[in-house]
């Protein structure tokens, strides 16, 4: 498998790092330790979760994600893995129970308890990429990184990174970093689909020119991808099947990738794939790949069968052809010019 470099920084991740946001939710740990064994013996080296996993969050799941991984990770070599995991940030009651109550917020305090739970629960002395999973521009980056900064001084954590960033907040950061002499942020995890191509706006830019990778979350939006939800389908147990009978937050939250316009492209992005003798999934996977901005395409699987289809993406270079037709979609149903 393709690997590249995070940011300018020295760690080299494979090209797909496998996402764990449904173990412990819709995933046991039995599949979930399958699905990292197979992606492991496929040559993925990069895994990533977070402190609020799984979610839907409830309060007897808080951190149960990465405690699965940490077990999973106590039969590998830890040196062979690259482990990335999140400080929630300004978290809206989604930290649970003992972690951290309620609201909270990017300063040392939160920071430190953050990581030295999630450190207990992955049974390890560091996380390779640590990044914070929401900003929190009302706290101000110089206590974030200062802190951050310390963490890596001590060797808890390797690479720093940033998630669900805007373009000022990530240029803020950078210049704070720079003007204070603190560990930047190498990485930025947002989200970035054939369904969601706001990043290409002006992050993908910034990317290029300040040398941070992009590690783009749900390429398959949210599953809409897959081509599951086609003809108005809510599959029992898909992700947002779930959301729309929790309602309230979670059902806006699946309004925002299941909808009108979102079913009506990823039909024509199937018909797409179909074409190119390839499925919609390895089509929706291999895209995102295909940016120079992007180090490595986060991907997801809630059973061990979805998993084959996504590792047919590993070596795929799309024909300009079928970038054009993408493309085409993009300009005719997500984002017309008028």
Not at 72 to 101: F, N, Y
Not at 214 to 225: D, E, F, R, T, W
């Amino acid at each position: 498998m393709q690997s590249h470099r995070l940011g300018r920084s020295p760690i080299v991740v494979s090209k797909i790092c496998m996402g764990t946001m449904t173990f412990g939710s819709q995933t046991n740990e039995a599949d979930a330790h399958r699905i990292l064994d197979m992606s492991l013996d496929a040559g993925i080296n990069f895994f990533d979760t977070a402190e609020n996993y799984p979610v839907p969050p409830k309060e007897e799941w808080a951190g149960l994600t990465e405690e699965i991984v940490g077990r999973w990770m106590k039969t590998k070599r830890r040196d062979e893995l690259i482990i990335a995991t999140k400080v929630c940030g300004p978290s809206h009651g989604w930290i649970k129970g003992s972690q951290r109550a309620g609201m909270t917020a990017l300063d040392r305090h939160n920071i430190v308890r953050a990581i030295e739970a999630s450190l207990t629960r992955l049974g390890t002395d560091y996380v390779d990429l640590y990044q914070t999973h929401w900003p929190d521009h009302g706290t101000g980056y110089e206590a974030a990184l200062e802190a951050l900064d310390d963490l890596a001084r001590e060797g808890k954590v390797r690479v720093i990174g940033c998630s669900n960033e805007t373009s000022w907040g990530l240029m803020k950061s950078l210049s704070v970093s720079e003007n204070n002499g603190l560990a930047r942020y190498e990485t930025i995890q947002n989200n970035f689909s054939m369904n969601n191509r706001r990043f290409e706006d002006e992050l993908a830019q910034v990317c290029r020119q300040e040398g941070v990778s992009l590690i783009p979350y749900s390429p398959l939006a949210g599953g809409v991808l897959s081509g599951k939800y086609n003809g108005g389908a809510t599959p029992e147990g898909a992700r947002f099947s779930n959301y729309i009978k929790l309602g309230g937050r979670q059902a806006a939250m699946a309004k925002r990738f299941l909808n009108d316009r979102s079913l009506a492209s990823t039909e024509r992005f199937a018909a797409i794939a179909a074409e190119a003798g390839i499925s919609l999934v390895t089509l929706a996977t291999a895209w995102s790949m295909q940016h120079d901005f992007v180090a490595s395409t986060i991907v997801g699987a809630s059973r061990p069968d979805q998993v084959p289809e996504i590792l047919a993406a590993a070596d795929l270079i799309l024909s300009d052809d079928v970038m054009q037709k993408v493309d085409l979609v993009t300009r005719d149903i997500l984002y017309p010019m008028g």
